[in-house]
């Protein structure tokens, strides 16, 4: 049987390619760790190096080998957690992959709540795009997931977070800010800040205005950012208008650099949820913060989530 301190020796040697840098991030002399290696090649009956010289790199073995080894030994850190869970009350690591503008406002405020409440788990937040958020759920990157999308298949469970609302925002200057509403075919031949074609606001945008007959070869589409932060600036500096979640907007509308309009018939919602992987062994931070987003104290920093107002303080928390 195959230790965990070779597991971790062949994993950092994997990563670095070079025994003496293993050792040292091991604490161990360079011999060490090439015994380990050498072991472990004779407990498995296959070359997981080849060397040459100074010089090593992973055989088709080895490669094989990497992701493998980094799923024992995170197992091994989650069994060692569970333990001292149980002694110590509950601890551990939470990493929670988000993928969406709008989750990176309301997560912080939700994981500083956590936090208080639970000290002794350390909380990580993962920034990523959204085809990544099911990869790294899957591979045990990321205990959570926050998505903009329904997932299918059996291997994601789902559950509705908050929902997120998106506004037609314009400078301030614009001819739009002294009407109280305009329709949807009132943006055609406006130069519009489009987001990235992977983006969840993106897609609903063109889904509703589609309901309108309107397409994006309809649009003035002026240009693509994928970043909400950089279209609220931009538009604020009046290069045209766009689409963005009401909570990127929040700042700049609260200083009156830009303006929401209202678009008759356009249902600009959509439902942001909270995902993990399916398992009968899980995390208990995970566990709890998974039922934290609906606790019955959060109903305010959902709410105003779903409006788009989150202008909190840490003695709002």
Known sequence: ??????????????????????????????????????????????????????T?????????????????????IEMQEMMESLKEGMAGNLQIACSTTAGKYVLPHLAARFSIRHPNVRTKLLRCTPASV???????????????????????????????LISVIVPRDHPFVSRDK????????????????????????LSELARHDISLDD?????????????????AAGYGISFVSKLAAACALERGNVV???????????TIYMARKRLKESSRPADAFWGFIHDPTNQDLIELASRGDLNYTIRDL
């Open 1 to 54: 049987m195959v230790d965990l301190l070779r597991i971790e020796t062949f994993l950092h040697a994997a990563e670095t390619l070079n025994f003496s840098e293993a050792a040292r991030l091991l604490h161990l002399s360079q011999p060490t760790v090439s015994h380990h290696i050498k072991t472990m090649e004779n407990d498995l009956g296959v070359t997981l190096f080849e060397r040459q010289g100074t």
């Open 56 to 76: 090593i790199k992973l055989t088709d073995a080895g490669k094989l080998l990497v992701p493998w080894a980094r799923r024992v030994m995170r197992d091994s």
């Open 134 to 164: 099911v990869t790294n759920l899957l591979d045990g990157e990321a205990n959570l997931g926050v998505v903009s999308y329904e997932i299918p298949g059996k291997d994601i469970e789902l559950q509705e977070f908050f929902h997120d």
């Open 182 to 205: 305009i329709l949807p075919e009132d943006v055609i031949g406006e130069p519009i800040i489009m987001r990235e074609e992977t983006s969840g606001t993106r897609k609903i945008v």
């Open 219 to 235: 649009l003035n589409n002026f240009m693509e950012v994928g970043n909400a932060e950089a279209i609220v600036r931009t538009v």
């Open 260 to 270: 929401t309009i209202p678009v008759e018939g356009v249902n600009l919602v959509r």
